[in-house]
């Protein structure tokens, strides 16, 4: 166990629709990733998180949105959602903004139909 | 367009005998590189780091070598246990403000009992 929690587990919606994905970090970390993974892509690097402020930004969609809250969890919101879209979706958290581990939650299976 | 999953590498070693996964990475001004372990349903696992200033670097039973003339990274098992199947990532970082983590395709290794 990570450390890094996740939710929901699994999410199963229809094209066009919104979700949420919430994820809290490991006690004291500062930092907040989302990764995308999917058949066709692997593991990619969405956006990053530090301190409640956002930190880097990767291969995002302009539909996917994330923040991340005092308490330091984070939740990456997925709107219009398309076929496509459907992928693990993993939160990591490391202690600071800088070159640091990063530890994985369990992820969110999304799947849109 | 038509879809297809990534090709994943197949390493298929005995119970037993040691394992070499390789990885090559993409920037020459990565400073950071990681290994990761992935089991089916699950994150990826954290298993062992080495900065660009160190060539070798050993954990418990683990052995990642660096090799910055040719950019590429190696992990070694010893003895590897069935436990030990999984999907394994190398994954480089560029270093700077952000801790933004590029993965490579993957290496599925199978044991052999």
């Known amino acids: 166990d990570s450390g890094v929690t996740q939710t929901p587990k699994h999410l199963i919606t229809a094209t066009g629709q919104r979700v949420t994905l919430r994820c809290s970090p490991r006690?004291?970390?500062?930092?907040v990733y989302w990764y995308q993974q999917s058949l066709d892509q692997g593991l990619q690097f969405l956006i990053q998180y530090y301190n409640g402020e956002e930190r880097a930004k990767g291969n995002i969609l302009e539909r996917f949105s994330a923040q991340q809250f005092p308490d330091l969890h984070s939740e990456l919101n997925l709107s219009s959602l398309e076929l496509g879209d459907s992928a693990l979706y993993f939160c990591?958290?490391?202690?600071?903004?800088?070159?640091?581990?990063?530890?994985f939650g369990p992820g969110t299976r999304l799947t849109v139909l | 367009g038509e879809s297809v999953g990534l090709h994943l590498p197949t390493l298929s070693v005995q119970e037993g005998d040691n394992s070499i996964i390789n990885c090559a990475y993409s920037n020459s001004a990565s400073d950071y590189f990681i290994w990761y372990k992935q089991e089916s349903g699950k994150g990826p696992q954290f298993i062992i780091d080495?900065?660009?200033?160190?060539d070798k670097r050993q954990g418990q039973r683990v052995t990642v070598l660096l090799n910055k003339t040719v950019k590429h990274l190696s992990l070694q098992i010893a003895a590897t246990q069935p436990g030990d199947s999984a999907v394994y990532f190398c994954a480089e970082n560029i270093g700077g403000a952000t801790n933004k983590l590029i993965f490579g395709t993957g290496t599925l290794l199978a044991v052999q009992p």
């Open positions: 006690s004291g970390d500062l930092s």
């Open positions: 080495i900065r660009s200033n160190m």
């Open positions: 990591a958290s490391s202690k600071d903004r800088g070159t640091d581990t990063q530890y």
